[in-house]
């Protein structure tokens, strides 16, 4: 769902793409990577930023906003493709340093999801998209893949991925389960056919004919398919902090943060959409990659307000599950948590919180 907010809701991932080349000395990518970042990163919304997280985080700010002005200190997770398998993958992992992203306690962690991570900045090679051919592994933030355990997708259930585009949630989603029904909606065009071609890419076509792509408004799905749903992932459209430190355009950027107090509130139609979407003891997932409270906690608190069928559900079991591989923001609720970037687990930041629909609407 992309329709008013559509400017605001361009998310380009990491905005640099920045790795180490095989046999590159590592100060000379630094290097290369500070001359990058002093053209292009964005005064305006980093002063932006500057004003708000340190009234909302504190001291935290300090530290996340080390890494997310750093991009040479990024790093990117290995999502490994159950429906394609590569003799020697792991292996390779492995001789440079990933291990296993989670351990082997949390509430929820199919075997099938195999996802590695190291400490180490950088990223494995990108795999080319090719008709016909899947690809082996989808490179990632970490911190993306808690929405979906958060989630607990199991075989047969009717699922929805309500604003899913580029697909990375929708590829982690099954990898742990075979939906009964799975929809996967976007509304704008293009990053529609970006879905496509992801699920393309990594799905067989026998897994591909329980797929449904769609181009629907994401405020209107819930009417369309009242309690149809057994889990509903909402990956809202936010402020991306990451890409937007990095705003190429001065006016845009400024538009941008002008426009951004209207988040909230396509957030919260979206969050409303999905709870009419879910089935009576269905559960949603509601995530974003913004630091903002006023796209988070706010968000969710309304809708906790406005929907008396609706109930938080904990998952600080997970939180505590992870804890060794992410960094988390003290003080929150038991039925979400942030993620907040940091040297050597610079994840995030990333936003989880889920809900439960107790009674129809």
């Known amino acids: 769902m992309r329709g008013p907010a559509l400017p605001l809701a361009r998310r380009a991932g990491a905005a640099l793409g920045l790795g180490r080349a095989a046999g590159q000395d590592p100060g000379q990518l630094e290097r290369k990577a500070k001359g990058k970042l002093q053209k292009q990163i964005c005064p305006v919304v980093l002063d932006h930023f500057e004003q708000q997280y340190t009234a909302e985080l504190g001291d935290a700010w300090s530290s996340v906003r080390d890494v997310l002005t ?12 159950r429906f394609s398998q590569s003799p020697g993958l792991e292996s390779s992992l ?23 991570t190291r400490t180490a ?30 989630l607990e997708v199991k075989d047969g259930e009717n699922v929805l991925d309500l604003c899913a585009a580029p697909g990375g949630k929708s590829v982690a989603i099954l990898q742990c389960a075979c939906p009964g029904h799975f929809h996967c909606n976007e509304y704008d065009d293009l990053r529609s056919r970006w879905l496509e071609q992801t699920i393309e890419s990594f799905i067989p076509d026998p897994f591909i004919n329980m797929i449904k792509v769609s181009k629907l408004d994401g405020r209107q799905i819930g ?9 509903v992932l909402v990956d809202a459209p936010c402020s991306n902090d990451r890409s937007w430190l990095f705003s190429a355009d ?4 400024v538009l941008r943060l002008m426009q951004r107090k209207e988040l909230s509130s396509l957030q919260f139609q979206l969050l409303r959409s999905a709870v009419q979407a879910l089935r009576p003891g269905g559960s949603l997932v509601y995530s974003t990659c913004t630091l903002s409270r006023a796209e988070n906690s706010d968000v969710i608190s309304l809708i906790l307000s406005s929907c008396r069928n609706v109930m938080p559900v904990d998952i600080s079991g997970m939180a505590r599950g992870v804890s060794q591989e992410f960094t988390f923001l003290s003080g929150m609720q038991q039925h979400e948590l942030l993620v907040l970037p940091e040297r050597g687990r610079a994840w995030g930041p990333m936003y989880v919180a889920k ?7």
């Open 70 to 81: 750093s991009p040479w200190c990024w790093q990117h997770a290995v999502l490994l493709n």
């Open 94 to 116: 492995a001789e440079q340093g990933y291990h296993p992203a989670f351990p082997a306690a949390l509430p929820y962690l199919p075997a099938a999801l195999r996802c590695y």
């Open 121 to 150: 900045p950088g990223r494995f090679p990108a795999q080319r998209h090719q008709a016909g051919r899947l690809k082996e592994y989808y490179l990632l933030n970490a911190a993306s893949l808690l929405p979906v355990l958060a």
């Open 223 to 231: 009417d369309l398919q009242p309690e149809f749903y057994d889990k």
């Open 250 to 253: 001065p006016q845009q950027a």
């Open 355 to 361: 809900l439960k629909k107790v009674s129809s609407s």
